[in-house]
T-cell receptor, first 116, second 118 residues
């Protein structure tokens, strides 16, 4: 079973609108962290935001916020007031603490295109 | 802070030759480094995890004799693609983490290496 599921392969959004990128995850580990990364066409991975499994409040970083619904195992990324420069691939990722692995497991990504 | 430098950014090599990719943490000590592979329009797949001074742990399906990983110091890890074939053409990207056991610390990524084998 996939550990990270991103159901939107591609999205077109009008500039200045808010956009929600979906992410659901699967784990039996009570301790885990959820991450969102942005990958522009140049290829680098840019860290956006983090949510811990024990965090009571949704994470926010500037225009980025994470809608964390633990019972539903979802961690959607919300980008407010989208900009042309937000066009990129967006990956949701998870690290499970008890699994013994340090690395991140990534979803398949969502290709976001902001239109003027 | 937390800069990871990866070199080269692009490399073209002939089939049968070997290619070395370097990953350096510039302003922190990376106790653990990770190597990922990404095919066009696909996700990042973890190839191996390396801890300084010990052998790398490879993911299932990754040939350890083909993808040699060395993590000789706290700031440098190398991936050598041996006897490269066209199917090895891909985007390879490294990442590093400095705090062992801190599951809320993000991985810092290099800018990736686009390998083309002709």
């Amino acid at each position: 079973a996939q550990k990270i599921t991103q159901t939107q392969p591609g999205m077109f959004v009008q500039e200045k609108e808010a956009v929600t990128l979906d992410c659901t995850y699967d784990t039996s580990d009570p301790s885990y962290g959820l991450f969102w990364y942005k990958q522009p066409s140049s290829g680098e991975m840019i860290f956006l935001i983090y949510q811990g499994s024990y965090d009571q409040q949704n994470a926010t970083e500037g225009r980025y916020s994470l809608n964390f619904q633990k019972a539903r195992k979802s961690a959607n990324l919300v980008i407010s007031a989208s900009q042309l420069g937000d066009s990129a691939m967006y990956f949701c990722a998870m690290r499970e603490v008890g699994g013994g692995a340090d690395g991140l497991t990534f979803g398949k990504g969502t290709h976001l295109i902001i239109q003027p | 802070g937390a800069v990871v430098s990866q070199h080269p950014s692009r490399v073209i090599c002939k089939s049968g030759t070997s290619v070395k990719i370097e990953c350096r943490s510039l302003d922190f000590q990376a106790t653990t480094m990770f190597w990922y592979r990404q095919f066009p329009k696909q996700s990042l797949m973890l190839m191996a995890t390396s801890n300084e001074g010990s052998k790398a742990t490879y993911e299932q399906g990754v040939e350890k004799d083909k993808f040699l990983i060395n993590h000789a110091s706290l700031t440098l890890s190398t991936l050598t693609v041996t006897s490269a074939h066209p199917e090895d053409s891909s985007f390879y990207i490294c990442s590093a983490r400095g705090e062992r056991g801190s599951y809320n610390s993000p991985l810092h990524f290099g800018n990736g290496t686009r390998l083309t084998v002709t």
